[in-house]
T-cell receptor, first 114, second 111 residues
């Protein structure tokens, strides 16, 4: 049982490049989310999904796309990287939307856009 | 405007001191409030509080929700250097149970 895994751990992109941050969980959790964390800003919700085939925007969705074709995977796509997207990205999952269940975080991806 | 506000944003204390961290919120359809501790990696879960108002305790840490004041406090007694971390408050709300985080409180415990 690996929990929530994220790849890569570190990434450097040039402005305008695109890439996909991978997130997978093996706990059969319905609810998955992507956050970004910038110094002094806490965690801000980018996109979330309440189940396979269902996604919705969070607080800061611009410049990011997501899809949820399976319960296990929730990739985050940067369409055209910008320096403002330099951040640490965390993926998280929990059992389901309804009810108050503990959320599990992945180890994070540190992204630098030059 | 911020839905979840934590105070103070940073705090420096000496080992053995007691600290109180605050979190206030303003959301529609409140579900729960969660506290996390973050050292140099991903946040780790501490407590989950609901409108029942029941205090949660774990060792030297305790937390309670005041649903009238729309706030919560996290107390840490007899602090140790290992308590140094960012403490994050998050509120679960809305029909899709979104989780909104505050900016965090950076606690530094000096020996």
């Amino acid at each position: 049982n690996a929990g929530v895994t994220q790849t890569p751990k570190f990434q450097v992109l040039k402005t305008g490049q695109s890439m996909t941050l991978q997130c997978a969980q093996d706990m059969n959790h319905e609810y998955m989310s992507w956050y970004r964390q910038d110094p002094g800003m806490g965690l801000r919700l980018i996109h979330y999904s309440v189940g396979a085939g269902i996604t919705d925007q969070g607080e800061v969705p611009n410049g990011y796309n997501v899809s949820r074709s399976t319960t296990e995977d929730f990739p985050l796509r940067l369409l055209s990287a910008a320096p403002s997207q330099t951040s640490v990205y965390f993926c998280a999952s929990r059992r389901q939307a309804a009810g108050t269940y503990e959320q599990y975080f992945g180890p994070g991806t540190r992204l630098t856009v030059t | 405007e911020d839905k979840v506000v934590q105070s103070p944003l940073s705090l420096v204390v000496h080992e053995g001191d007691t600290v109180t961290l605050n979190c206030s919120y303003e959301v529609t359809n409140f579900r729960s409030l969660l506290w996390y501790k973050q050292e140099k990696k991903a946040p780790t879960f501490l407590f989950m509080l609901t409108s029942s108002g029941i205090e949660k305790k774990s060792g030297r840490l305790s937390s309670i929700l005041d649903k009238k004041e729309l706030s919560s406090i996290l107390n840490i007694t007899a602090t140790q250097t290992g308590d140094s971390a960012i403490y994050l408050c998050a509120v679960e709300w809305g029909s899709n149970y979104k989780l909104t985080f505050g900016k965090g409180t950076l606690l530094t415990v000096n020996p």
